[in-house]
């Protein structure tokens, strides 16, 4: 069945340091990953997204990797700051019903 | 200007109770949704919507009825609301509902049973 599964449930990393969160999905079919951030009191926020033909993709100080082989993914926060503090969902796309399934959501805490 | 705005932003009822929850978006999609987050922050699809025709249903208990009147409103109406039924209820669209179509979601309905 349609299943994405997010690890770790909370994370938390010394300011400056990188952050990783994985995901692995199970439908060989899905072809779109987006990454979604929540801040307290706010809906989620698309921050990035893959597609299946592009094995990795960055902006600024975030990038996303794809293993389709694996069906796996993964979020990289570099040189993380305050501001990152928040709930990340990881999401796959699966193409036979167009709807998006999401994680389970990682807290991401940033000590000072 | 908010793009996808909701009302309320918090909800709190007696077991029993009817309630509705509505929701706009200025952005111009086709595609509004209604996503349920449970106390361990597991978002979970309820409903989606396309140019006011249901595109997606998930098990869900009858007691909840979406209606779309146009393209940029979708609300949610729950009948006899019961304890389980407390959440945040988010609403979202999208450009449309094809592969690759980020949601833009709104800031979420508390709703709290009593």
């Known amino acids: 069945g349609e299943n994405v599964e997010q690890h770790p449930s909370t994370l938390s990393v010394q300011e400056g340091d990188s952050a990783v969160i994985k995901c692995t999905y199970s439908d060989s079919a899905s072809n779109y990953f987006p990454w979604y951030k929540q801040e307290l009191g706010k809906g989620p926020q698309l921050i990035i997204d893959?597609?299946?033909?592009?094995g990795e993709k960055k902006d600024q100080r975030i990038a996303v990797t794809l293993n389709k082989t694996a069906k796996h993914f993964s979020l990289h926060i570099t040189e993380t700051q305050p501001e990152d503090s928040a709930v990340y969902f990881c999401a796959a796309q699966y193409s036979s019903a167009s709807k998006i399934i999401f994680g389970s959501g990682t807290r991401l805490s940033i000590r000072p | 200007d908010t793009a996808v705005s909701q009302t309320p932003k918090y909800l709190v009822t007696q077991m029993g109770n009817d309630k509705s929850i509505k929701c706009e978006q200025n952005l111009g999609h086709d595609t509004m949704y209604w996503y349920k987050q449970d106390s361990k922050k597991f978002l979970k699809i309820m409903f989606s919507?396309?140019?006011?025709?249901?595109?997606i249903n998930e098990t869900v208990p009858n007691r909840f009825s979406p209606k779309s009147p146009d393209k940029a409103h979708l609300n949610l109406h729950i009948n006899s609301l019961e304890l389980g039924d407390s959440a945040v209820y988010f609403c979202?669209?999208?450009?449309?509902?094809?592969?690759?179509?980020?949601?833009?979601f709104g800031n979420g309905t508390r709703l709290t049973v009593t």
């Open positions: 893959i597609r299946s033909n592009v």
């Open positions: 979202a669209s999208s450009p449309g509902p094809g592969i690759g179509s980020p949601l833009h």
């Open positions: 919507y396309n140019n006011k025709e249901l595109i």
